[in-house]
């Protein structure tokens, strides 16, 4: 999962150097935490959160295939 979201994230930002993402795991849900660069925020949100929204479809399409709950934070 986090390997997915880091090849999306990637192709989107102009600095893909600066992608980190963190997994945080818990008993029935698992947060990925996203950071970028400041100037990359705004491609990895999209317009009025569109490319968030369509990041965060694909993640859930993938947990629920799996049996499990994920959750994707875009942290400045």
């Known amino acids: ?3 997915l979201i880091e090849f999306i994230v990637k ?18 849900i698992t947060i990925y935490e996203l950071r970028a660069a400041k100037s990359d925020i705004g491609k990895v949100i999209g317009k009025r959160g569109r490319t968030a929204g369509a990041i965060r479809t694909i993640l859930n399409a993938v ?3 799996q049996g499990k709950r ?5 942290i400045e």
């Not at 994920?70 to 875009?74: D, K």
């Open 11 to 28: 192709a989107l930002v102009d600095d893909p150097s600066s992608i980190n993402i963190t997994e945080v795991v818990g008993d029935k």
């Open 1 to 3: 999962m986090k390997e």
């Open 70 to 74: 994920a959750v994707l934070e875009i």
């Open 63 to 65: 947990s629920a295939r």
